[in-house]
């Protein structure tokens, strides 16, 4: 996962230990079942540290959910284990294929949260990160007469790449990301 750069080391290990402590306790049970104090207990910290990293369990799913996409949508990319993007050209279907090779590297905790009902949860921090990096880049949204409100382009392009990664996990990621984004550019052109 990603970290705020300005963290020390010591922080990083804990946040890491508190990620990893719910991605354990989601393939046991339900988001909502969860308590902060299994978090805790999991994590193998004490009340106070959790404190200092978050306010609530949602505010750690939405960290979690931060720390994977915040990398994926930001502007300066990196050479990664599974994947460069750092050279390409931003577009729409690189976009969602950085998305899904992130998501791929995070299987087992995001298959973890998805299959929960923590799913829509998660699944709206990561539409408004979408929906924020489209705002930023319109140009990824293509060419469409000035009569399409933008706002509509906003919602009916970040529904499409929702969906797609929900569709990608309710089929357990079965398909590399390179066939998702095939399938996605494929549907693209033929609404053409």
């Given at each position: 996962?990603?970290?705020?750069?300005?963290?020390?080391?010591?922080q990083r290990?804990t946040?890491?230990?508190?990620?990893?402590?719910l991605?354990?306790?989601?393939?046991?049970k339900?988001?909502?079942?969860?308590?902060?104090?299994?978090?805790?207990d999991?994590?193998?910290?004490?009340?106070?540290?959790?404190?200092?990293?978050f306010e609530?369990?949602?505010?750690?799913?939405k960290?979690?959910?931060s720390?994977?996409?915040?990398?994926?949508?930001?502007?300066?990319?990196?050479?990664?284990?599974?994947?460069?993007?750092?050279e390409?050209?931003?577009?729409?279907?690189?976009m969602l294929?950085?998305?899904?090779?992130?998501?791929?590297?995070?299987k087992?905790?995001?298959?973890?949260i998805?299959?929960?009902?923590?799913?829509?949860?998660?699944?709206?921090?990561?539409?408004?990160?979408?929906?924020?990096?489209?705002?930023?880049e319109?140009?990824l949204?293509?060419?469409?007469?000035?009569?399409?409100?933008?706002?509509?382009?906003?919602?009916?392009?970040?529904s499409?790449?929702v969906?797609?990664v929900?569709?990608w996990?309710?089929?357990?990621?079965?398909?590399?990301?390179?066939?998702v984004?095939?399938?996605?550019?494929?549907r693209?052109?033929?609404?053409?």
């Amino acid at each position: 996962m990603y970290y705020d750069p300005t963290m020390d080391r010591r922080q990083r290990k804990t946040r890491e230990a508190i990620y990893q402590a719910l991605a354990r306790l989601l393939k046991k049970k339900s988001f909502s079942k969860i308590t902060v104090q299994e978090i805790i207990d999991e994590a193998d910290i004490g009340r106070t540290t959790f404190y200092s990293h978050f306010e609530t369990k949602d505010d750690l799913l939405k960290a979690m959910c931060s720390s994977i996409f915040d990398h994926v949508l930001s502007e300066h990319l990196e050479t990664e284990d599974t994947h460069d993007f750092s050279e390409e050209k931003r577009t729409l279907p690189k976009m969602l294929e950085h998305i899904l090779y992130h998501l791929s590297d995070e299987k087992e905790e995001i298959m973890g949260i998805l299959e929960t009902d923590s799913a829509d949860l998660f699944l709206g921090y990561f539409s408004d990160g979408v929906r924020r990096i489209l705002e930023q880049e319109p140009a990824l949204l293509g060419v469409l007469p000035d009569s399409v409100p933008m706002d509509y382009q906003l919602h009916m392009v970040t529904s499409e790449i929702v969906e797609t990664v929900r569709w990608w996990a309710a089929h357990r990621m079965s398909f590399t990301p390179d066939q998702v984004v095939s399938f996605f550019t494929t549907r693209l052109g033929a609404t053409n």
